[in-house]
């Protein structure tokens, strides 16, 4: 009784103690009492065991053993859903010696689950159902147990915890289980592409747009791509349903017109939200709207892979934003739109098919708007749009966006009901006019006395004049009462041209001086509420940037030159410039560089001249004429395209023929071309393939649309040859195939994958290039070179808005000359804004100026407090363009003592032996500056480089070594100041003489 009564205590007190050392009870726990009074009874425990495990766990096991047997600690995980699998285990003897041990285990798990994942731990596990056990197997029973995953079930001590594995981007980085690592491990886990793995997001619910875009009716959208899942489970539900969708697009909208471009076109519709393919295949699911307003569901059934489409009854709203919700699941869909002004007004329309419908959302591009190849947009805005990928919503289950969001905060029905108004007040003008009119017909008209008696006061009230007259109406007042005179009706195709006219009279009064902009304001407003797409663009501008009033937030060649460059402008000339009259002399003479020059700029209207086709024409004859192959396909191409009176074919084919002969490349690709629009496309072929043996980028780029459209004679249509002869092309300088190449990449092909980076950079390159973009840069070069500074400042800061990026350093570069107060009509900063802005852009495209000037901004802490790491970032990058002024900035710098990290060293790439001392890397700065190609800077830098050599000798050298080397010095500095005043005004007398 006594020693069961033992026995018993002993049990307590070892349940008591897992009680204490751990927050949980173990999952089960077993003890063997012995048989006899003496024995002692087997037991066994973790101290302290852990929550979670990994490689850094030390555990503490206590065990007692009353026979020879084998101690053991086990982890298992499920690492699929069907088998649990050992991952580790520690075995060890034990015997009747052993009681009450204690033995620290310290556990060591595979990369998989003990490391975080990485480019030397590519395999990772989450372990799922994690089990930690402990065990004491007898070795008479273990001698007949042929499997170690039963020694656990076999085993009649033992205790058992459920643990967590750390998540596998919370583990630590893999490293080598030597005590000493190998001498490279510090350098590869210094590679970033090498450690800096992070746990894959998975886009559920996807932003296709988050800020207003602006839809205005042509052929062009917003493209978004979905990627499959990185989860395998993710990939494969996704995989088995695409038979049966589910998905909730969300979008506001501000619709001003459902689709113009098709009016007339009662089965044509205008896109909303498009799915197709890489090859412009519609998929599910496709959102249009009729010119009526009717929306239009299109879908791909799974039966047969049927297109279906439905037309909904009711329209969009106008005028307003609306939030259009689109729900699939399986085989239907439901339609909702909710609008009004807390946007408690629905419209709803759902269907059902008797099939499921098919989308696979990996596949091809969605688009927020029309489709470039086909389907046109509506006329208005986008301010949001989500897609929900998996997930079928219902409206009232989709939060609604902040009221604070940009959307809403330009205001789009505030300026609507101004122009409302003020298109009411063109309404009541035209109904004014007609009446006038109308008792003019009256008077001059012969009528019956009697009749007259009876009708006298009929029709002789003047109609309601309720809308106020706006500002400065003169030009439309004139425009609708001519019209109604002429018998002309008023609408919106008749006030293009009164729209014209009133932007040409805003811009002539800011041409006059930029202070008179108030005055423009009402003409640039009147102007866009009648359809001036360059008066929208003016206004916003100036409201932008708050130029000369309050902000509010809400064919020529172009060429880009900067203020700062003194060569280019000496370039640009006029009909009056030096330079325009020594070419026409030296054309007129015959010399052919000069004829091709001075043909091209005139035709072109490049380098500061107007345009003047006749005056082109005239050159090109005269060089045609006397055996120039350049100046024969010039002469010869304008003749056939019409250029001017002159047209004969038959003599510009001979011409481009004789040029082909000899071996110009222009020539033979208009040959090509001239046989493509004859469809003989085999000899257009054999001329296309010629010319671009010699380099010629147009018939690369009808190489590519022949292969993109089916044309080729003897190939089938391969957008990837297109693809390559378009990138051999737009690398050449063609726009036109730099357009067609970025589309190609945007969209992808069967082969190649998008690349959008590489597609947004060529659209916004040919977008540079645009001649509306190279008007604004013209206009405001001849008013600098005028000397009308403020007008310069005005069109570059159009050029500005639209994201050129010369425009951007122009208007810097002028506010900070600050000329004639610029500065002062600007509400907005200006300089440093601009300067900014300008360095948006790739290093290679970056003027060096700019770049000094942020080093500068953060360097002083013009706006905020110095970054010493951001300026001599700015500086060294600078540098590298060949800059010797940021070379001298830096040398500033570690003058200042300023800390300057290695990072800017290793830009500009200093060798390590250089950066052991300032001095030492002040004589490198500065010896590197003095040997700039800018000989500006020999001077300063030659002179900081002595002053820092000194300042070396005095400090290092002895007394009578400081006086010679003082001495020395001086001689070299008398003798440079000799040799620049010898280069300075002795020189120049010489020249004189002779």
Not at 969 to 991: G, S
């Amino acid at each position: 009784m006594a020693s069961l009564t033992r026995y018993v205590l002993i049990a307590y007190v070892i349940t008591a103690t897992f009680v204490q050392t751990h927050s949980g009870e173990p999952q089960s726990l077993s003890l063997v009492l012995g048989k006899k009074s003496g024995d002692a009874e087997e037991f066994i425990q973790i101290v302290h065991p852990p929550e979670s495990i990994d490689n850094s766990r030390l555990l503490t096991v206590e065990y007692t053993c009353n026979s020879d047997s084998t101690v053991a600690v086990e982890l298992a995980i499920m690492k699929d859903k069907y088998q649990p699998t050992l991952v580790y285990r520690k075995y060890w003897k034990c015997d009747a010696s052993h009681f009450n041990r204690r033995r620290k285990v310290k556990l060591r798990l595979d990369d998989d689950l003990g490391f975080r994942p990485g480019y030397f731990n590519r395999q990772f596990y989450f372990g799922l159902k994690p089990q930690l056990r402990a065990f004491i197997l007898r070795d008479v029973v273990k001698s007949v147990v042929k499997f170690k995953t039963m020694h656990y079930a076999h085993a009649e001590a033992k205790v058992l915890y459920n643990v967590f594995v750390t998540l596998p981007y919370s583990r630590p980085r893999k490293v080598p289980y030597k005590a000493c690592a190998p001498w490279y491990w510090e350098i590869l886990q210094g590679i970033p592409a090498l450690n800096n793995f992070v746990c894959p997001f998975e886009h559920e619910i996807v932003p296709l747009v988050s800020y207003p875009a602006v839809f205005s009716g042509l052929h062009y959208g917003i493209y978004r791509h979905f990627p499959k899942y990185h989860d395998p489970g993710l990939e494969k539900t996704r995989r088995q349903t695409i038979a049966k969708p589910a998905f909730t697009l969300s979008m506001w909208m501000y619709i001003l017109d459902y689709c113009p471009e098709k009016k007339g076109h009662p089965n044509l519709a205008c896109g909303v939200f498009i799915h197709v393919s890489w090859n412009n295949l519609y998929m599910t699911p496709i959102l249009l709207v009729d010119h009526a307003g009717h929306p239009r569901v299109e879908v791909i059934l799974k039966r047969r892979r049927e297109h279906h489409s439905i037309k909904v009854n009711w329209t969009y709203p106008k005028h307003q934003w609306i939030r259009v919700t689109f729900a699939v699941s399986q085989s239907s869909w439901n339609l909702a739109v909710n609008y009004g002004a807390n946007y408690n007004q629905t419209l709803a329309s759902e269907f059902t098919y008797n099939t499921e419908m098919l989308m696979d959302d990996t596949e091809g591009d969605f688009i927020v708007g029309g489709n470039d190849a086909l389907v046109p947009s509506f006329v208005g805005y986008v301010g949001k749009a989500t897609f929900y990928r998996r997930r079928v919503l219902e409206p009232s289950k989709i939060p609604m966006p902040s009221p604070y969001h940009p959307m809403f905060a330009l205001g789009l029905t505030r300026r609507e009901v101004k122009c409302q108004t003020f298109m009411a007040w063109i309404s009541q003008q035209e109904r004014f006019y007609q009446h006038l009119l109308s008792e003019r017909i009256l008077q001059n008209k012969c009528t019956d006395k009697i009749h007259e008696l009876f009708t006298k006061n009929e029709n002789k009230q003047c109609p309601t004049m309720s809308a106020s007259k706006p500002r400065k109406s003169h030009i439309l007042n004139t425009f609708i009462r001519r019209s109604v005179n002429q018998g002309r009706q008023l609408g919106e195709q008749g006030f293009h041209g009164v729209a014209d006219d009133i932007f040409n009279k805003a811009t002539s009064i800011i041409a006059v001086d930029i202070k008179h902009i108030p005055a423009a304001l009402p003409l640039l407003r009147q102007a866009a509420c009648l359809g001036n797409y360059d008066a929208m663009y003016m206004l916003s501008v100036i409201l932008n940037n708050g130029l000369m009033t309050k902000a509010d937030e809400i064919q020529v060649l172009t060429e880009s030159v900067r203020l700062t460059d003194e060569m280019a402008l000496k370039e640009q000339t006029d009909e009056d410039g030096d330079i325009f009259m020594w070419l026409k002399h030296q054309a007129q003479a015959g010399v052919a560089s000069a004829q091709i020059r001075f043909g091209r700029a005139l035709f072109w209207g490049s380098q500061g001249l107007r345009r003047n086709l006749n005056a082109a024409m005239e050159v090109f004859r005269m060089g045609a004429e006397q055996g120039n192959p350049d100046m024969m396909f010039d002469y010869g191409i304008n003749i056939y395209n019409n250029k001017t009176q002159e047209k004969n074919k038959t003599k510009a084919i001979e011409y481009m023929q004789k040029a082909a002969g000899k071996g110009n490349a222009m020539a033979i690709n208009a040959l090509g071309w001239i046989a493509m629009k004859k469809k003989n496309y085999t000899e257009a072929v054999r001329y296309f393939n010629r010319a671009v043996q010699y380099g010629n980028a147009d018939a690369a780029y009808y190489l590519g649309h022949m292969y993109l459209e089916g044309y080729h004679p003897t190939d089938k249509q391969d957008w990837d040859k297109a693809y390559k002869y378009f990138e051999y092309a737009a690398m050449r300088g063609h726009y036109d195939a730099g357009v067609l190449f970025a589309y190609i990449s945007m969209k992808g092909t069967s082969r190649m994958p998008r690349n959008l980076y590489l597609a947004a950079e060529w659209a916004r390159y040919v977008a540079e290039k645009n001649p509306a973009v190279g008007i604004m840069l013209r206009k405001g070069l001849h008013a600098y070179r005028s000397g009308n500074v403020p007008l310069a400042f005005f069109y570059y800061l159009l050029a500005a808005d639209s994201g050129i990026e010369v425009g951007d350093f122009n208007v810097a570069w002028l506010c900070e000359e600050n000329k004639e107060g610029l500065v002062n009509h600007m509400e907005k900063e200006c300089m440093w804004r601009h300067y900014n802005l300008s360095l948006q852009r790739e290093p290679q495209l970056v003027d060096s100026y700019a770049m000094i000037k942020m080093g500068d901004y953060y360097w002083y802490g013009c706006r905020a407090e110095r970054d010493i790491p951001k300026a001599s970032a700015f500086y060294a990058n600078s540098a590298l363009k060949g800059d010797p002024h940021a070379l001298f900035n830096l040398a500033f710098m570690v003058e200042e003592g300023a800390h300057i990290p290695n990072t800017t060293w290793d830009i500009l790439r200093v060798p390590l032996a250089h950066r052991d001392s300032n001095i030492t890397l002040l004589v490198y700065l500065y010896t590197r500056c003095k040997e700039s190609r800018k000989t500006e800077a020999y001077l300063p830098c030659s002179l900081a480089l002595a002053k820092i050599q000194m300042i070396d000798v005095w400090t290092r050298y002895h007394i009578w070594m400081k006086l010679s080397s003082i001495v020395g010095v001086t001689m070299v500095v008398m003798v440079t100041l000799m040799t620049l005043y010898h280069q300075l005004h002795i020189r120049p007398r010489a020249d004189l003489v002779i």
